[in-house]
């Protein structure tokens, strides 16, 4: 899905460990939300599957100087029917995984696709941060994911919101059918 790989392990556990102490001190300072606005839409992506938008967690921070958006993906090992809710409602104590990351701004959380596909729809404050944690956090999902399904995709100087209502703003970005799991085409 990717042609960036993950981070080396030391490396990539370090930066986790440093966004979970980051995240406790966010927590307790009341920096890290869950709005509502966006729970319930529908996300579309080129490669004809869809999400439906279950959480959204955003943190206290000034505009982004360098926006971006970020598109993660990954499918969970051995999780089929009812385990997909249990999933989602785990999810939220893996929060402090990527909140306390350089760059975080904002994550839609999508429920899997039609091919068991999880994906977060991120905005980030620089692409070169937003790949970084992407490249940490495929070390706790190579933990729970089916080996091969992890990926991810940078959009420099997108706005999440703008991206979602106006998808044609990905037009001509990526490399064809290959990151057509990436781009969004529509949010209803």
């Known amino acids: 899905m990717t042609h960036a790989g993950p981070?080396?392990?030391?490396?990539?556990?370090?930066?986790?460990?440093?966004?979970?102490?980051?995240?406790?001190?966010?927590?307790?300072?009341?920096?890290?939300?869950?709005?509502?606005?966006n729970v319930?839409?529908?996300?579309?992506?080129?490669?004809?599957?869809s999400g439906r938008v279950y959480r959204e967690t955003t943190v206290d921070r000034t505009v982004p100087l360098d926006p971006c958006v970020l598109v993660v993906a990954f499918r969970l090992r051995a999780v089929r029917g009812r385990g997909h809710t249990a999933f989602e409602w785990e999810s939220r104590l893996n929060t402090?995984?990527?909140?306390g990351f350089p760059?975080?701004?904002?994550?839609?959380?999508?429920?899997?696709?039609?091919?068991?596909?999880?994906?977060?729809?991120?905005?980030?404050?620089?692409?070169?941060?937003?790949?970084?944690?992407a490249r940490a956090l495929w070390r706790v999902l190579e933990l729970v994911s089916e080996r091969g399904s992890i990926g991810f995709r940078v959009f420099p100087n997108l706005r999440r919101d703008d991206v979602l209502a106006g998808p044609s703003r990905l037009d001509g970005q990526g490399r064809g059918d290959e990151d057509s799991w990436s781009r969004v085409v529509a949010a209803v």
Request: net charge positive; glycine share 10%; with cysteine.
């Open 7 to 37: 981070l080396p392990r030391a490396t990539a556990w370090r930066r986790v460990a440093r966004c979970v102490a980051r995240a406790g001190a966010m927590l307790a300072r009341g920096e890290i939300h869950q709005p509502k606005e």
């Open 40 to 49: 319930g839409r529908v996300i579309r992506f080129a490669d004809g599957s």
């Open 96 to 99: 402090p995984l990527f909140v």
């Open 103 to 133: 760059g975080f701004v904002s994550k839609l959380w999508l429920t899997h696709d039609s091919h068991g596909n999880y994906r977060g729809l991120y905005e980030w404050d620089g692409p070169v941060a937003a790949e970084q944690y």
